[in-house]
């Protein structure tokens, strides 16, 4: 019985961090001209464990991956696995280069300005 039970529960501990985040933590270093060492150093940790979190050798603790995205100038957002597709598709949405820097506009709204093309009427 306990043979079986085994069987069907997932491992908690990850076999490393997911690949896209991986080069996101590496291109955000190299954004900030920061090699593995300079980055180590400002976490108190080693080149080496740098390079395993970036290659996939080492899965971090959670706090020092929480420290190491923090240094980096971002954080990390826990977010339900049902909407992490309508996450991304705002991040993809926020970062299309049609839309330039400064430009506001609504998450609801489409692009056609619906108010105004209607006449102006009195608020009661």
Avoid: C, F
Avoid at 50 to 76: A, C, F, M, N, Q
Avoid at 77 to 106: F, K, Y
């Amino acid at each position: 019985m306990e043979n079986d039970i085994a069987k069907h529960i997932k491992p908690l501990r990850l076999g490393a961090l997911p690949e896209d985040m991986r080069l996101a933590l590496k291109n955000a270093r190299e954004k900030r001209g920061w090699t593995q060492r300079g980055l180590a150093s400002r976490l108190g940790l080693t080149q080496t464990h740098i390079s395993g979190i970036e290659s996939g050798k080492i899965v971090p603790r959670y706090d020092t991956l929480l420290e190491l995205v923090r240094i980096l100038d971002s954080d990390l957002l826990m977010v339900p696995r049902a909407l992490v597709p309508v996450v991304q598709s705002l991040i993809r949405d926020h970062a299309r280069p049609d839309q330039g820097e400064g430009d506001d506009r609504s998450l609801y709204a489409d692009d056609t300005d619906e108010e105004s093309n209607k006449e102006p009427r009195d608020e009661v």
